[in-house]
């Protein structure tokens, strides 16, 4: 009696429990393979089911050796499923954000995958940010956008450093975010990511910055303090010499002085 209850506890745990499903994100368009981790075996039959109303979508009877896909109840997988004949894992190509939800594979036992198709990302756009008010005439004040977006970070960097970021969650809004910077070098990107999908825009517009090569006269604040520094350890240096140089002369003549007095 309660070795059948744990047995059942167990095996509701192993069907219905959050550890049973698995995660699957993928971009509009793109394909996605749910792995069965499986080798089939010669009479084995297996069964993929869709959605809430868990329509079949895919059987594989081994025995028989019958193999089939559905289009779905509405036809939306219609040419876009592939079964794979030795593990059953199943492949859904040019992927819709409709065709999200929960997936499940029943063989001996039951597996279940959430499938989260997302919205293509958009190319980010870096334009000139001419609202800023702190653009002084050497630095140039940009800003990088993305419209309708959700789930996504936008991030400004530098090489790989990350300058800034900003985030939107499940809401579809438009995106941007500001940076300023003194000159262009060819280190500047801007990047929209999912966590599993991301897209870059490098900078290199002369339009909106000028190159960092023939700027002159706009100088970064770190090289203006290396130079400050420099010359004022010139500047010490100098001084020092001057005053040994001094020295030595006066000590020169009292010797003489001194020579002169024996
Ligand atoms: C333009 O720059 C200002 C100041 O840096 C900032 O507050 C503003 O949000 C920027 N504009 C856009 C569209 O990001
Ligand atoms: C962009 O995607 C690549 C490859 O998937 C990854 O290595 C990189 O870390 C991602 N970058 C960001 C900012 O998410
Ligand atoms: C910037 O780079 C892109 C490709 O990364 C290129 O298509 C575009 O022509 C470049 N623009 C300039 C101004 O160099």
């Known amino acids: 009696m309660l070795h059948s209850i744990f047995f059942c506890f167990w095996c509701l745990a ?14 509009e368009g793109d394909s996605v393979t ?33 193999i089939s896909t559905h289009d779905g109840a509405d036809g939306r997988f219609r040419d876009r499923l ?27 036992i039951i597996y279940r995958f959430s499938v989260a198709v997302y919205a293509r990302l ?14 002084s005439s050497s630095s ?42 003194e000159c262009l070098d060819d280190s500047y990107s801007c990047v929209v990511a999912y966590s599993f999908s991301n897209l870059t825009t490098h900078l290199n517009n002369t339009e909106l910055c000028q190159p960092c090569s023939e700027c002159i006269h706009c ?10 520094a420099l010359s004022a350890l010139v ?12 020295r030595s002369r006066k000590e020169e003549q009292q010797m003489r002085s001194n020579s002169h007095a024996d």
């Open 140 to 181: 140039c004040s940009l800003v990088c956008s993305v419209v309708n977006v959700s789930h996504v970070t936008l991030s400004w960097y530098k090489g790989n450093s990350l300058l800034s970021n900003i985030s939107v969650s499940d809401l579809s809004i438009s995106l941007s975010l500001p940076l300023e910077i």
């Open 82 to 108: 592939e079964l794979d004949h030795q593990t059953g894992s199943l492949t859904i190509t040019n992927t819709r954000t409709t065709d999200s939800g929960l997936y499940q594979i029943r063989a001996k």
């Open 235 to 246: 500047g010490v240096a100098t001084v020092a010499v001057l005053v040994y140089d001094i």
């Open 34 to 66: 749910l792995n069965s981790d499986t080798e089939l075996q010669a009479d084995d039959v297996i069964q993929w089911r869709f959605g809430s109303e868990n329509s079949p979508i895919a059987t594989i009877n081994r025995g028989t050796g019958i």
């Open 14 to 27: 192993g069907v219905f429990g959050d550890d049973a499903v698995k995660s699957v994100s993928v971009m």
């Open 122 to 135: 958009p190319v980010p756009v870096i334009s000139n940010n001419s609202s800023s008010s702190s653009s």
């Open 219 to 228: 100088c970064g604040s770190t090289e203006a303090v290396i130079r400050l």
